[in-house]
T-cell receptor, first 110, second 110 residues
Framework: KQEVTQIPAALSVPEGENLVLNCSFTDSAIYNLQWFRQDPGKGLTSLLLIQSSQREQTSGRLNASLDKSSGRSTLYIAASQPGDSATYLCAVGAGNMLTFGGGTRLMVKP | SQTIHQWPATLVQPVGSPLSLECTVEGTSNPNLYWYRQAAGRGLQLLFYSVGIGQISSEVPQNLSASRPQDRQFILSSKKLLLSDSGFYLC?????????FGPGTRLTVT
């Protein structure tokens, strides 16, 4: 059974810092990996999708990497802003199913 | 463009009462549909998914049921709510390998 772990569970950084969020998974037989953002009391917003054949995806200040063989993904956020404060979730996909990690709660302080 | 709706946004129900949460998707046809629950302090748990009208798969044994009476409509129900059914319920749709989430319904069972 796939298990997804995100470290750290919570992170507080000053504005302007570059930061890395980590995601690890136990079964490397995945179709894709998706990073989401969740604001308090809201639904999930898809940030980046990396297909199993890809190694990274970029969108603006966000860069996500995928290393299937080691069962790891990272989400890199450049020049963090207070508006980046949210919970970030990674999810690994196999077929039509996603398995989610527990999330990293990020606070960016002005 | 595709949009996903959920209602109600919030709901407070007494133990033993029935439940009906609705999810509809616009701008696409024959989507895969999903119901997730996010309990306080816990990750997202997949409850049900559907690949077509009348086709429902349940991921965990529980007090809830799901139905898909129309192509773009997904309903989550219960005949008698339990305290443990409290949580944030998210509906999602996916064309195949990606999933897009609705705004969620906050259910409090008292």
């Amino acid at each position: 059974k796939q298990e997804v772990t995100q470290i750290p569970a919570a992170l507080s950084v000053p504005e302007g810092e570059n930061l890395v969020l980590n995601c690890s998974f136990t079964d490397s037989a995945i179709y894709n990996l998706q990073w989401f953002r969740q604001d308090p009391g809201k639904g999930l917003t898809s940030l980046l999708l990396i297909q199993s054949s890809q190694r990274e995806q970029t969108s603006g200040r966000l860069n996500a990497s995928l290393d299937k063989s080691s069962g790891r993904s990272t989400l890199y956020i450049a020049a963090s802003q207070p508006g980046d404060s949210a919970t970030y979730l990674c999810a690994v996909g196999a077929g039509n199913m996603l398995t989610f990690g527990g999330g990293t709660r990020l606070m960016v302080k002005p | 463009s595709q949009t996903i709706h959920q209602w109600p946004a919030t709901l407070v129900q007494p133990v033993g009462s029935p439940l009906s949460l609705e999810c509809t998707v616009e701008g696409t046809s024959n989507p895969n549909l999903y119901w997730y629950r996010q309990a306080a302090g816990r990750g997202l748990q997949l409850l049900f998914y559907s690949v077509g009208i009348g086709q429902i798969s349940s991921e965990v044994p529980q007090n809830l049921s799901a139905s898909r009476p129309q192509d773009r409509q997904f309903i989550l129900s219960s005949k008698k709510l339990l305290l443990s059914d409290s949580g944030f319920y998210l509906c999602a749709w996916g064309p195949s390998i990606e999933q897009y989430f609705g705004p969620g319904t906050r259910l409090t069972v008292t």
